[in-house]
Each structure stands twice: as C-alpha cells, then as structure tokens.
C-alpha cells in the first residue's frame, strides 16, 4: 500500500544522515548510498555525507568511470567565514564548489563539424567562449554540489544534481557508450590526469628532455598494447607546456618572504596539512606532505618504521627542516614529509596529530611497527597517542657530530679512538653507574690537554647529555641498518641545499619550500620510478642507490680480518683496490672507527658495519650497552608497572622473551655446549656495543 512506502527525507533531516567513508584509496558514486530528498532547492536530487578530507578522492575516483571517463572541473566556488551566520540553515556551507564534467555544459560538436551557424552559440552558464576548450564541449550535463557544512566543517554534503554523462536530450555525449566518440580522443578524459602530468613535471624537474620523455612515452604505450586512455595521447605540446611552466618557476612569489610564503600555501593547499604563520604568541610552523609522499608513507610506513631526522640547517637556514622518512624495501630512506618550524621539539603536539589525521582518512588500518627519534626530547606521548607504535631513539646525530668534531679538533689518530670510546661510555653511562656527571669529569680529567675540542664539548654538548642519557635509559636504541639510511639521506639533502650558489637564498622559507617540492622530490620521486620500471637507470645519482648497510652486505667474510682473542682492531680488504686494507678500531662497537674516506668524513662506513655484523655473528662479544640499559629498564617497568598500556605491553613482551633467551643461555652452559669466554680476551670486550638490527 502507498501509506507504508518509506518516506523520503527532508533537507532538515541530513545531519541524521550515516557519513560515508569508504576503504578504498578513490572511490566514486557507485561505492556510496545515495538518498533522495523531497521539497526544496535540492529536490529530487541524489546526496550524501563524506568526510570533507575525503572530497579529493571522491573526485578523482568520479573522473575514472569506465564508460565515461572523464575530469571534473571547478566551475564556481564560494566561501564563507566562521562566525558569519548567526543562525544557519542545516545544509548551510562554509565552502560551496561545483563540479562540472568537462565535456559541457555547452555543446559545440555541430559548430565543430560545421554544421549550423556557430555565432549564436552562447556559453549555458555564461563563463565566455573558453578558449582553447571548444573542441571538447559536447553537451554534458553531469555535475554535482560539495558543501562543507557550516555545522559541522569536517562533513561534506555531496548533492549529485545529474549523474549520468549525457546531453540535453539525455543521450550519451562522450565516453564508450557514444557511438560518434567511437574511435576520437572523446572516448577518453579531455585531459591528462594530474597523475601523469605530476610524473612529466618530475622528469623535467631532474632534466630530462622533452625528446626523451616522448620516446619513453611512446615506450611505455607500446608496451601496454597501444593506447587505451587519454594519457596515451600525450603531445609534444602537452610536455612543450610543462616545460615552460618549470623554465619560468620561482621560489619568490613575493618580495617579502613571509607573503610568499602565504602565497605558496594558499596555491598548494592540498600539499599542506598544517599551517601556523609567525606571530608573537605562535611560532611558524608549516608542515608539507605531496601525493605522492603520502603513497609512499602509506606503502612503506604500514607495519614498517617510520623515522624523524630533526633541525636540519639549524645555523644556515631561517628555519629548521624537520623530516619525517620511511624505509623501502631496500632499507633506503625515503621523505614522507617535511615540517619546517623555529621550535620542532616543543611544537610536535601541533602538527603531528594533523599528520596522523591525514593518514588514517585515507588508510584507517595504517599503523606503523615503529617511530624512531633523532631528539630526546620530543614529547614521546603525542608520537604513541598518534601512531600507537613502539617509540626508539636513534644516536646517529650524536656520534656523528663527535667523530666529525674529532676528526676537525684532533690531530693524533689513537686520541681519536680512544676519546670516541669515552665518549661512549659517558652516553651509555656504564662507567659511572647513575651518575653521568662523574663520567663526564673524568673524561675532561684524562684528556685536559684537549682543550679545543673540550670547548666544544662543554658549549654544545655539557648542556644537553643528560638529557641524551635519561633517553638512551627510557627507550630502545635503533640499529645500524636505519641509522645508515637516515645518514645517506641527511648528506644528499645537504649536498641538495648546501650549495654555496644558493648561499644568498638559505634565509629565505620560499626557497626552502620551492627546492624541497620541486627539484629534491623528483630526485627521490625517480629513484622510486626507476627502480620499479628499469627506465631512465643511467641518470640516477649512483652515490645514493645504497646506504652503507648495503654496501657491507657485499663484503665477503673472508675480506675481513679479525682477531677474535684481542679485539683491538679489524682490518677490511678494499673492495674496489685489492691491495688495500682499511683498519677499524674498537671493532663491533657502536663508536668505532675507519681509516678510509668515508670514516674520516664522520660518516658510518660500510666496513665499520661489516665488522660489527660479523662479531654478532660469530658472538666475539657481549650485548650491545643500550641493550643492556633497555634491558635493566624493562625488569624497571615490570616492577612499577606505567599507566600507559601501551607501555606496559610493550614492556612485558619483551622482558618475557629476555627471560626465555636466559632461560635458553641456563640449559646451554647445564649441558656444556655453551663455552666460557677465555680469560685473556680483551676486558673492554664488555663494553663492546653490537649493531643490532632493530631492538
């Protein structure tokens, strides 16, 4: 009976409405429930409720319907200000866009064909002749309304005015299923899609010609059996136009930094997740993440490691750069996104929880395995409440700037070595118990006569390393294989923007800014594309293919000499000059040290490493010294149990698996298999510091 047919809502009934977030990266009208409203401005028409970050994708995923593809275009936009409306309707808008189908409203395919008198013709909604766009107007009615509402800013109202692709005689106009596209560029999207305009731009971005990126195209179609979609009709005039759009590119927008900046937001809001400008109560922070990024960091971040390299160009640049990094499969770090602010420690809380926000609206199963920190004095807390991962410090800053510092300050060889031991034992704080401040004075004691780089230690450092030696006793430490990845990145991004050509623009953020998004991402945006394609693998920078971790894993064992009763050193036969051999002191230690090129730089060389591997393998020595702390501090945390949960689990996972590898080391040495170390091994044998892998 008509009385028990469902009512169909009302507008007033909207907010009542189920908000649809559908799991897919893109989606499109065919993955939502769409509802009918009766009476008003909109009735009759389809709506629904969508996240509003969620806006983009539904956009993207509309404009890859089979039978039509298609782009939709913006073709009004309207704003309003919180605050405006004292009593606003319930589909009231803070922002109101309209899309239209490209391929319309007017019609112009009589006028192309020459049929008919084409003076008369007028633009349906009055925007002019768009020009350059006649040839594609074929009538298309299709459009829809997004209204991010005023109520409630985080919905987005869709009101789906005309979903299907046809004319104003409600026959098909473009697409497969017109018969008089058959065989026309009709058939396809009127334009190339953002996707593959981004990957033309990035390939002129690291300087490959227009010649070379047309025959790789033609490539590419060839390859797939043809073309079959409007990318495959890339012209020369369509890279011809992108080419002059990066020829006359620049970083200043403005003359003034501060509005160029601005200007650079306001045009690239979808690469911006947060923005705070500089003022008196609020420091500058301004966070970047491309799409590309964020495919990066949800394919590689999902269950792997996510790491953060910190106030980078704190004395060069107007601002530090913060970087957040995953690990591909290669273990070679990859940007995922970059923050630039004055204060990166105290303002985490600020922008991170933005960040999380962005990624589980597009994967709300994303979560990272663990979140590894360069500065111990984050607030560990807004890393956990957002990732809900597993948190490690990393020491590659701190060994880093010492051995440089070293190598700079002081000139006898076996000081070095024997200083970058101390140093050791002060930040893991194994010779002074509780106490670092007794560590700290006997080092200056021992090596007074050092007074250039004791300056140095007491201004720079003195500061800040108990700080580094409560963090080292509150987390895990993370291993080689990151710390190398994070270093390979840290030199290319300082060989990227440490060039003294650019001197005169490191005070300015646009540059920054610019660099960052344009010529350095396509660098890493390349590495990606030709490591999955085999294309283009003769341009990319060979120096940068493997970190160090990589490169010890193709040092053969029997290059590597190592006394396993006394070790002091380690020699490694060179890899490229069979004549050589390079000499590691303190070998398996987190603070040893080379004498080849690359050791001498300050960087984490491949034979250190592969030295370290090796005494791991063959158990030459004891534990790793940050193992040893964590471990102490687990039995800790099982004795005081934290309100944390996360913790607390974390905790007893581990301490669980510590006493099974006890109980395991009890039956071994019960049954006699397991050896006493012999006596006349080195003692500083049990201070050795192994590489493990992730702790």
């Known amino acids: 009976m008509k009385g028990h047919e469902p009512k169909m809502p009302r507008m007033e009934d909207i907010l009542n409405l189920p908000v649809q977030d559908p799991p897919c990266a893109e989606f499109a009208a065919t993955h939502i429930k769409w509802v009918k409203i009766e009476g008003g401005r909109q009735g009759g028409d389809d709506i629904a409720l969508i996240p509003f970050a969620r806006v983009d994708d539904f956009v993207k995923g509309e404009s890859s319907n089979a039978e039509c593809p298609a782009r939709f275009r913006i073709e009004s936009r309207r704003k309003r200000s919180e605050g405006s409306i004292s009593k606003p309707r319930v589909d009231g808008y803070l922002e109101y866009t309209l899309y239209w189908c490209s391929y319309g409203p007017e019609d112009y395919r009589d006028s192309e064909s020459g049929i008919g008198d084409s003076s008369n013709i007028k633009p349906a909604t009055g925007k002019g002749s768009r020009p350059g766009r006649r040839h594609m107007m074929r009538g298309c009615l299709c459009h829809f ?36 596209a058959v065989g026309t560029r009709a058939m396809y999207a009127p334009r190339i899609s953002e996707e593959l305009r981004q990957k033309v731009m990035f390939m002129l971005y690291v300087g490959i010609s227009l010649d070379n990126i047309i025959q790789h195209h033609a490539e590419v179609v060839h390859g797939h059996g043809g ?120 303002d985490i809380h600020k922008w991170f929880g933005s960040l999380a926000e962005k990624i589980q609206t597009k994967d709300p199963r994303w979560r990272p395995n663990a979140f590894l920190v360069d ?107 990151p710390l190398a990845a994070i270093e390979s990145y840290h030199t290319r991004l300082k060989l990227k923007l440490f060039n003294e050509r650019h001197s005169n623009s490191w005070m300015r953020i646009d540059w920054l800014i610019h660099t960052l998004t344009t010529e350095f991402h396509s660098l890493y945006w390349l590495d990606q594309y030709s490591e999955e394609s085999g294309y283009f693998a003769n341009i990319r920078d060979e120096s940068f293919l493997t970190n160090s971790w990589h490169q010890a894993l193709h040092i053969s064992d029997i290059d590597v000499m190592l006394d396993e009763q006394n070790l002091q050193l380690a020699k490694v036969i060179s890899q490229t000059d069979r004549s050589r051999a390079y000499t590691v002191w303190n070998p398996g230690t987190e603070f040893s040290l080379c004498d080849c090129p690359c050791s001498r730089l300050g960087n984490l060389c491949k034979h250190v490493i592969k030295v370290a591997i090796l005494c791991k393998s063959r158990q030459v020595a004891r534990p790793l010294l940050a193992v040893q702390v964590y471990r102490q501090a687990l039995l800790t945390l099982l004795q005081n149990p934290p309100d944390d949960p996360l913790v607390l689990e974390h905790a007893i996972l581990h301490a669980t698996r510590l006493q099974h590898d006890i109980k395991g080391l009890e039956d071994l040495s019960n049954s006699g298999l397991l050896q006493p170390l012999p006596p006349e091994v080195n003692p500083q044998i049990g201070e050795n510091l192994l590489f493990p892998r992730f702790l």
């Open 375 to 481: 500065d111990p004095s984050l607030d560990i807390s807004v890393i956990r409440e957002a990732f809900h991962c597993r948190v490690l410090l990393c020491t590659w800053h701190v060994r880093r700037a010492w051995i440089r510092s070293l190598l700079k300050k002081c000139c006898n060889i076996d000081v070095q070595r024997e200083m970058f031991k101390h140093l050791g034992w002060i930040l893991y704080c194994t010779r002074s118990g509780p106490n670092v401040v007794d560590a700290i004075e006997e080092f200056m004691q021992v090596y007074v006569d050092q007074s250039v780089f004791m300056d140095y230690f007491k201004r720079r450092w003195l500061p800040y390393i108990e700080l580094w030696v409560n963090g080292i006793r509150s987390l895990p430490v993370a291993g080689a294989e």
């Open 145 to 180: 309304t997004v209204k991010r509402l005023y109520t409630r800013p985080f919905l987005a109202l869709i009101i789906y005015n005309q979903r299907k692709h046809v004319d104003k005689i409600g026959a098909p106009c473009h697409g497969i299923l017109d018969l008089d």
């Open 227 to 346: 073309p079959h979609n409007r990318d495959d009709f890339l012209t020369r005039n369509d890279v011809r136009n992108m080419e002059r759009v990066v020829r006359n590119s620049s970083h200043k927008l403005h003359a003034n930094d501060d509005c160029s900046v601005k200007v650079w937001v306001q045009r690239h809001q979808k690469y911006v997740f947060y923005f705070q400008d500089n003022s008196n109560a609020n420091p500058f922070i301004l966070g970047i993440q491309t799409d590309w990024q964020l495919q990066q960091m949800l394919r590689y971040g999902h269950s792997g490691s996510v790491a953060s390299h910190s106030t980078f160009g704190l004395k060069k640049l107007k601002y530090p750069l913060c970087t957040l990094l995953v690990f591909d499969s290669s273990q070679n770090a990859i940007p995922v996104a970059w923050v630039i602010t004055s204060l990166a420690s105290q």
